[in-house]
């Protein structure tokens, strides 16, 4: 108990020590020190946010950092051109050690390339049906087998028919009735005998007897039994459906024929594509069956709508077969290549930027908007490498280098990938570099500010009220939240109550305090300088020059634990009182991390007050 009391008089003297330094007031609000305003032509910023630049010294709003001076207009304010978050600021080391690397956003002739897997089949307007236009018996077949391949008027079937044969008799019944009445007076009679011939004739035609046959019919007034079905088009007999010897109706269907010298390769294409194919477009097919072969097609027909259970819509493809090397019923690949951008070419076109619809080949004016020079149109889209891009499932992030070593958050909108790169719609400019690569460790590093925090949240759109308090391990160490505003740990001071001098920052054993930038760093690891016979600690080199410009301050300065900060009486956390579950009790509110130690709180409160009670003697 003893030794108790030692360190706690102890920490009181250390923290009215700073009393007697000259020129030294005490904090209030318990906040630190910050130096005297000079007079000249300068301006104030903070080295961990190059953003935040006053006209008067003070504090940063984001780390607590006091404000270094400057020459005013050394640097130019970085301009706005979209939403921005926090900028953040590397070494050339930590650069190098964190692997990032830049690249430029320009234009590109990008190529996007739609892979998927299609099916052969027919081509619907290249079949027919070899059918029966008379009821009859079938007496002979002159294609016997599924797979002949046919030309166009040949000979299929050979049908014996009784009304083929009575429909005859009545044609030259009614012919030697027509020539009989030539020389008759009854102009009536005449009229209904070339009538009955005429209909006659009709329906041979009608049932497939050419002019030729009737033709011979007439000559040689030699009745035909049997009559011939031809083929109707050059092709392949994909389907048989007739034997010898069985009768057929009228209009049954005997062959099926189709001409495969022209296919039809059906496609799925997946709903976030779909938008990027259109008709005419030309197809690449390869199959397995034909290594090293390609076949070109062309869309011909997308289905106007979705398959609510693929979630894809159906394309179709013309495809030439002239050597008759692809199948119906094959799987084939399909690779769709779709010019981001539109297919200019290296054809250069001029545009007006206030009105865009106002294109030519050629160098002028604008007629609209009342002679504005026309600008040339950029080639391909504007595009950054995809590995630049931090998708948090409802914004797309990107670092953008302001300056060398300096990169700021923007959020963009972004359109299609092709080629490892990402179209940009908004949010970029043409010139502008970002991080391609290490864009998560730059993200990470903005995590380390609450002001960065308290700015960007990622997917979660922002902080909820009803939101849950993060979780955490019970036993565990307690979280380290950036300086100046890290909690006290239950085992270095008490908790600070109200009206009491607040508590001066004794940092542990094996490390020291960085007098910039209040990290605690260890002595091993920290850089050093000694300073009027003092030694100080530094977690990095930017930290040691800041300290180098103005030792006199920071070598007085003191760090203090703030009122916005308690401790958890039950598993001894570290917290932040805006941010953790409150509990009043007797008249005084106890805060905690989470509702399981706020539950263990309110069943045994006395057990847990014993901590506070217990004062040094």
Not at 118 to 132: F, I, N, Q, S, V
Not at 216 to 244: A, N, W
Not at 417 to 431: D, R
């Amino acid at each position: 108990m003893f030794d108790r009391t030692i360190r706690y008089i102890g920490i009181l003297l250390f923290a009215f020590i700073p009393l007697a330094i000259p020129g030294y007031s005490q904090p209030r609000g318990l906040e630190t020190l910050w130096a005297a305003s000079e007079e000249g032509e300068v301006e104030y910023f903070c080295p961990m946010h190059p953003q935040v630049v006053s006209d008067k010294p003070g504090k940063c709003p984001i780390c607590g950092m006091p404000l270094s001076k400057r020459p005013k207009g050394a640097v130019k304010a970085p301009t706005e051109a979209g939403p921005e978050v926090p900028i953040v600021q590397f070494s050339p080391r930590q650069m190098k050690l964190a692997g990032v690397r830049t690249d430029t956003a320009s234009y590109r002739s990008l190529t996007r390339e739609i892979y998927t897997v299609g099916r052969m089949t027919y081509d619907e307007r290249k079949l027919a049906y070899a059918t029966a236009r008379i009821m009859g018996r079938v007496d002979k077949l002159f294609v016997d087998f599924t797979g002949t391949d046919v030309e166009q008027g040949a000979p299929l079937v050979w049908i014996y028919s009784p009304d083929l044969v009575s429909t005859q008799k009545e044609y030259l019944l009614a012919l030697d009735t027509v020539k009989k009445l030539q020389g008759s007076s009854t102009k009536e009679v005449v009229r209904g005998a070339e009538s009955l011939l005429k209909a006659s004739r009709e329906r041979l035609l009608l049932w497939g007897i050419t002019e030729e046959q009737v033709e011979e019919l007439t000559r040689t007034r030699e009745v035909k039994t049997h009559l011939v079905i031809y083929s109707p088009i050059t092709g392949t007999v994909i389907k048989k459906d007739v034997l010898v010897g069985q009768y057929v109706m009228e209009g049954t269907q005997m062959y099926t024929i189709a001409d495969l010298s022209n296919l039809w390769m059906m496609a799925d294409v997946y709903e976030f594509e779909m938008a990027l194919v259109k008709l005419g477009q030309k197809v690449e097919i390869t199959s397995p069956t034909y290594p090293g072969h390609a076949f070109i097609g062309m869309v011909s027909f997308i289905d106007p709508f979705l398959n609510e259970q693929t979630r894809s819509v159906k394309v179709r493809v013309d495809v030439p077969n002239p050597e008759l090397k692809l199948k119906p019923g094959m799987f084939v690949n399909a690779t769709i290549k779709v010019p981001l951008g539109g297919e200019g070419g290296d054809r250069i076109t001029y545009y007006c930027p206030m009105h865009p619809e106002a294109a030519s080949d050629k160098p002028g004016v604008c007629d609209k908007c009342g002679g504005m020079p026309l600008m040339e149109k950029p080639h391909g889209v504007l595009a950054i490498p995809r590995s630049a891009v931090l998708d948090t499932g409802l914004r797309k992030i990107v670092y953008v280098e302001k300056e060398p070593s300096i990169f700021v958050a923007r959020e963009i909108k972004t359109g299609f990938e092709a080629e490892g790169y990402i179209q940009v719609l908004e949010g970029l400019k043409e010139g502008e570099r970002v991080a391609a690569a290490g864009s998560f460790l730059i993200d990470a590093e903005t995590k380390l500010g609450p002001g960065v925090a308290a700015q960007y949240y990622g997917a979660t759109g922002g902080p909820s009220e009803e939101a849950a308090p993060p979780p955490h391990v019970h036993g565990g160490p307690a979280e380290r939240l950036p300086p100046p505003e890290r909690p006290p740990r239950l085992e270095e001071v008490p908790a600070v109550e109200e009206g009491l001098v607040p508590l001066v920052r004794i940092p542990t054993e094996g490390e020291a305090i960085d007098p910039v930038c209040g990290m605690d760093v260890k002595l091993a690891e920290a850089l050093s300088l000694e300073y009027e016979g003092n030694i100080y600690y530094f977690c990095s080199e930017n930290c040691k020059a800041h300290f180098q410009s103005n030792a006199e301050f920071f070598s007085a300065r003191v760090w203090t634990y703030k009122e916005t900060v308690a401790v958890d009486l039950v598993c001894s956390m570290g917290l932040e009182k805006a941010q953790a579950v409150s509990y009043k009790y007797q008249g005084k509110t106890y805060y905690f991390c989470c509702d399981e130690c706020k539950r263990k709180f309110k069943k045994n409160p006395d057990k847990f007050l014993e901590k506070l009670k217990k004062k040094p003697e």
